[in-house]
């Protein structure tokens, strides 16, 4: 049977655990969260020993299958995971996963884990076996657009609910990363006692937690605030935040603005063009300063440098990252000011 991550829990309290169940897919938290499940799972079926081997060690398929055979020493089930990594396990490890799937051996459960796998081993047939007869788990990316409704399911299974606005402001500050989105949550709840969050609530209470907040500070420079632009990035680089994430927030909102401007110039009026790009009412006022201040030209600037900035960051050209954002925050706040940028 193949399930959906979020069936999964459910399907394992009505159904109990399966002898044998693979959990993979490119989405490294709903992966995690699974396996986790059947761990649980496995442990309130008995399983109070668990053995754990890894395919890029290069199993010896024979001496596993001993170990699979054998009894336990300490408790009478046990839960044996196999990390298959790419599932790269050749036709040795086929024929022992596939005679797994048909007929486990003794009590035990197993727990296959499994990075992404390719179409060809998902028609290869051990996993067609363990489709059968066991349980198959594909954690598959979410969509962007789908992203806010996960938030509010989560939020609902913690007996909390989230307005469609706020979830979607989060959705959009993650850009499509569950990890970030399940942190935001879990601040949210410890720092929100509100029965149903809004907006406001989140800005407040997650996105704003930190004593400088690199959101914040692109905000103040679209505000046109070059004083607090500059305290606020300078506490960023103090606290010792990854350039990498400050610096794929600023290539993002430039190339924003920049479409904004395009639109603009082609005779959109500025309201359709903020719901167009999705501003949100807490940054309309600073979104419509900076499209004063900043033409085609100096968007197109802009751009440039970000080109640099990101080269930069990745390694690919010599340069002091955090010297050339301080520049391009400054010009996204007074753009008239003509600062030389830093070599």
């Given amino acids: 049977m193949r399930l959906r991550p979020e069936q999964l829990p459910a399907h394992l309290q009505r159904r109990g655990l399966p002898a044998i169940c693979l959990i993979g897919g490119e989405e490294p938290l709903q992966r ?3 396996a986790d499940a059947v761990r649980r799972a496995a442990r309130a079926a008995g399983a109070e020993e668990r ?61 296959l884990l499994a990075e992404k796998p390719e179409r060809a081993v998902q028609e290869s047939k051990w996993f067609r076996a363990i489709e059968q ?15 806010p409704g996960w938030i509010a399911q989560r939020l609902a299974a913690r007996d ?6 706020a979830a979607e402001l989060i959705a959009d500050r993650v850009e499509g990363n569950l990890l970030a989105a399940a942190q935001e949550v879990e601040k949210l709840l ?33 505000a046109g605030d070059p004083v607090r632009t500059i305290r606020m990035v300078r506490g960023l680089r103090g606290e010792g935040l990854d350039p990498l994430l400050l610096s794929w927030l ?5 190339r924003t603005l920049a479409a904004m401007r395009v639109a603009l110039d082609a005779g959109l009026s500025l309201a359709d063009t903020l719901a167009k790009h999705k501003v949100w009412s807490t940054r309309k006022a600073a979104s419509t300063a900076a499209l004063k201040r ?17 080269r930069i960051v990745k390694g690919v050209e010599v340069g002091d990252a955090w010297d050339l954002m301080e520049w391009m925050l ?14």
């Fill in 32 to 34: 995690g969260e699974c």
């Fill in 51 to 111: 053995l754990s081997y890894d395919a890029a060690g290069k199993i010896d398929w024979q001496v596993l299958a001993q170990s699979c055979a054998s009894l336990s020493l300490f408790a009478s089930r046990r839960l044996i995971e196999i990390d298959l990594h790419e599932c790269r396990v050749g036709q040795e490890g086929g024929a022992f996963i596939g005679a797994l799937a048909e007929q486990p051996a003794g009590d035990d459960f197993y727990l």
């Fill in 133 to 147: 007869r066991g349980v198959v788990v594909l954690a598959q990316q979410i969509p962007p657009p789908q992203l």
């Fill in 160 to 165: 909390r609910c989230i307005t469609a606005a």
């Fill in 190 to 222: 410890l720092l929100s006692a509100a029965p149903e969050i809004d907006e406001a609530e989140v800005a407040a209470a997650v996105l704003d937690s930190a004593r400088y907040d690199m959101y914040a500070t692109v905000d103040q420079a679209l």
């Fill in 250 to 254: 600023i290539n993002r909102e430039l």
């Fill in 294 to 310: 900043h033409d085609a030209a100096t968007c197109i600037h802009l751009l440039r440098a970000s080109y640099r900035l990101d």
């Fill in 330 to 343: 400054l010009e996204v706040a007074v753009p008239a000011a003509k600062i030389p940028q830093p070599a």
